[in-house]
């Protein structure tokens, strides 16, 4: 059983924390992933990843496999690709970047190399 554990901020949008939390309950649903994580939103328009370079997300999977793995997810730059490409299509962009790093996160469960 896949259990995220979605960690928000109060200054977080609360529109799209809300689409997010209704992602993942429907990924828990359909039984797509197995096993713990922690999701941190940010309010940031990029994270860094481990060589300093800016990203869309970042998924950081331990070594050690009994620490649990974090993805960070940013969701400031979402305003601009709502005016962009309207709210509807906007969320469908970030719900699909969230899935990829999901998918890192499988690959990292399975000892294969991340293919963000």
Do not use: H
């Amino acid at each position: 059983m896949f259990k995220p554990k979605l960690w928000t901020k109060p200054t977080n949008t609360k529109w799209i924390a809300k689409e997010i939390s209704q992602y993942l309950y429907w990924i828990i649903k359909k039984e797509i992933f197995d096993g713990e994580m922690n999701i941190f939103l940010t309010n940031a328009k990029f994270v860094y990843d481990s060589s300093a370079r800016k990203r869309e997300g970042n998924f950081f999977g331990p070594f050690d496999k009994s620490i649990l793995p974090s993805l960070y997810f940013p969701l400031g730059d979402i305003f601009r690709t709502i005016s962009r490409r309207g709210k509807e299509n906007a969320v469908c962009d970030w719900l699909q970047y969230l899935t990829l790093f999901l998918y890192d996160y499988v690959d990292w469960q399975e000892d294969r190399e991340f293919n963000s």
